[in-house]
């Protein structure tokens, strides 16, 4: 996963850039060395950016329920010793699943296979794919890249339908915001004698802004989803249905059913 915690820390120094900028042409205050230190906070800022594409391995430890308990990132130094945690708790309790991102799928074909697309995801493309013993998602985008399994049993047959916005427009929502104050502000740092005057960088800018209005709304428009639940009625995992594979969960609902009637 990407560490999209530095763009914010650009973005947080280029608007603080920006508000110290207005207040100082506010009460007029000028000398030769506020353009120049402006400029180099931002360039600052800028050189953080590299920072949020790079990508860090991440361990969560779950609970019976599949809660996550906790998240740690590592590195080559960091991921013997936790490797080593690992193999402690596993000596310690009954752990039912171990799942590393290296692991491959299994050789046979899968029984059923759903491809989705979730375009405010960061083009998140998420392959589900249904083998004779569990459920495995592959999921991988700009920012992450995500392997999930869970098996049968753990699963208790019962599903529902609901119908809910897509919260990830919020996602898409501040990243606009986050990229049009950050290329307006450092734009009119480095570029301010040009321009004065310009009306096409204004309605740029404007124009950029307005966005966010239809981009906010995007949440509230509702898509059906088909949820799978545990034995404690906790969602295991969800497909978002359609008319082209409503046919296809109709027989993966029966499949996955049948699988737990068996074990029961």
């Given at each position: 996963m990407m560490d999209l915690g530095w763009l914010w820390a650009t973005f947080i120094i280029v608007v603080i850039v920006g508000i110290v900028d207005l207040g100082l042409d506010y009460f007029c205050v000028s000398s030769p060395i506020i353009p120049i230190t402006e400029k180099v906070v931002t360039f600052f800022a800028l050189a953080l950016i590299p920072f949020a594409f790079r990508q860090y391995e991440y361990y969560s430890f779950l609970d019976a329920e599949r809660n996550y308990l906790a998240t740690v990132k590592v590195n080559n130094k960091s991921k013997k010793a936790?490797?080593?945690?690992?193999?402690?708790?596993?000596?310690?309790?009954?752990?039912?699943?171990?799942?590393?991102?290296?692991?491959?799928?299994?050789?046979?074909?899968?029984?059923?296979?759903?491809?989705?697309?979730?375009?405010?995801?960061?083009?998140?493309?998420?392959?589900?794919?249904?083998?004779?013993?569990?459920?495995?998602?592959?999921?991988?985008?700009?920012?992450?890249e995500m392997t999930t399994a869970i098996k049968y049993d753990e699963l208790s047959g019962k599903t529902t339908v609901i119908k809910m916005g897509d919260k990830n427009w919020d996602t898409v929502w501040s990243y606009?915001?986050?990229?049009?104050?950050?290329?307006?502000?450092?734009?009119?740092?480095?570029?301010?004698?040009?321009?004065?005057?310009?009306?096409?960088?204004?309605?740029?800018?404007?124009?950029?802004?307005?966005?966010?209005?239809?981009?906010?709304?995007?949440?509230?428009?509702?898509?059906?989803?088909?949820?799978?639940?545990?034995?404690?009625?906790?969602?295991?995992?969800?497909?978002?249905?359609?008319?082209?594979?409503?046919?296809?969960?109709?027989?993966?609902?029966?499949?996955?059913?049948?699988?737990?009637?068996?074990k029961t």
């Open positions: 936790l490797l080593e945690a690992v193999a402690l708790i596993k000596s310690k309790t009954e752990v039912s699943s171990v799942t590393y991102f290296t692991d491959s799928l299994p050789d046979t074909p899968p029984i059923f296979q759903i491809t989705e697309f979730d375009f405010p995801d960061f083009l998140n493309k998420s392959q589900m794919q249904f083998y004779e013993d569990k459920f495995i998602e592959v999921e991988k985008s700009l920012t992450e606009w915001l986050m990229f049009v104050c950050i290329t307006g502000i450092s734009i009119s740092s480095f570029f301010s004698n040009y321009l004065a005057g310009n009306w096409l960088y204004a309605k740029l800018l404007g124009g950029g802004l307005i966005l966010l209005i239809p981009l906010f709304f995007l949440r509230y428009i509702k898509s059906e989803i088909l949820v799978f639940h545990d034995h404690k009625d906790n969602a295991a995992f969800w497909i978002r249905t359609n008319s082209a594979n409503r046919e296809k969960l109709n027989q993966i609902v029966e499949f996955i059913k049948g699988k737990v009637e068996s």
